[in-house]
């Protein structure tokens, strides 16, 4: 399995609603990432786990809540977001955090209304 | 600061052309060099990389080489397809860093 699969695909929520972006890989990478994109822009790191520890966040609002319940799953906790929110969030894994090359997930397209 | 440029799109080309997509770096460590493709609607595909000076990464048909004197890794393709329209971004990580750089995307329209 050489893959990264996130769930769901596609999200739209209210700016009062609790919703929740999951991820999965199974290769047994130990860093994972989560990343936003906005239309004709490069991804922009929002954060980073490594051996299921947070280690880096790019000063992300905490609107945005990551959780990395165990070294295959890294969740994205959703709650009282923005419509400048609306993008694509993609999720990636390596084999290390360190100087590896990442693997992303296709991606799940939120839109905040 | 580390920094990645690449040529600004959008770039359009025939079927069968010859594809050059430059790409420069400016690095404070040791980068190791990367190219991803990003077809509409999806994820990144990490399509070719190079850990060291002088490597040649090549996949599907595409080629990049690490040249440090330079600081570059300039992505070409021989005979381009339709299906290689898409947005290809160039990126490294920095050793002992966590956070991989991106360019900013050439998005690259093939026409039959």
């Known amino acids: 399995d050489t893959e990264v699969t996130q769930t769901p695909k596609h999200l739209v929520m209210g700016m009062t609603n609790k919703k929740s972006l999951k991820c999965e890989q199974h290769?047994?990478?130990?860093?994972m990432y989560w990343y936003k994109q906005k239309a004709k822009k490069p991804p922009e790191l929002m954060f980073v786990?490594?051996?299921?520890?947070?280690?880096i966040n790019e000063s992300v609002p905490s609107r945005f809540s990551p959780e990395c319940p165990n070294s295959s799953l890294l969740n994205l906790h959703l709650h009282a977001l923005q419509p400048e929110d609306s993008a694509l969030y993609l999720c990636?894994?390596?084999?290390?955090?360190?100087?590896?090359?990442?693997?992303f997930g296709p991606g799940t397209r939120l839109t905040v209304l | 600061g580390d920094s990645v440029t690449q040529m600004e799109g959008p770039v359009t080309l025939s079927e069968e052309a010859f594809l050059t997509i430059n790409c420069t770096y400016t690095?404070?460590?040791?980068?190791?060099l990367f190219w991803y493709v990003q077809y509409p609607g999806e994820g990144l595909q990490l399509l070719l990389k190079a850990t060291k000076a002088d490597d040649k990464g090549s996949n599907k048909g595409f080629e990049a080489t690490y040249r440090k004197e330079t600081t570059s890794f300039h992505l070409e393709k021989g005979s381009v397809q339709v299906s290689d329209s898409a947005v290809y971004f160039c990126a490294m990580i920095i050793q002992g860093a966590q956070k991989l750089v991106f360019g900013q995307g050439t998005r690259l329209t093939i026409n039959p």
């Open positions: 786990y490594s051996y299921e520890k947070l280690s």
């Open positions: 290769m047994g990478h130990r860093a």
């Open positions: 990636a894994s390596s084999r290390l955090a360190d100087y590896n090359e990442q693997f």
């Open positions: 690095a404070t460590g040791y980068p190791s």
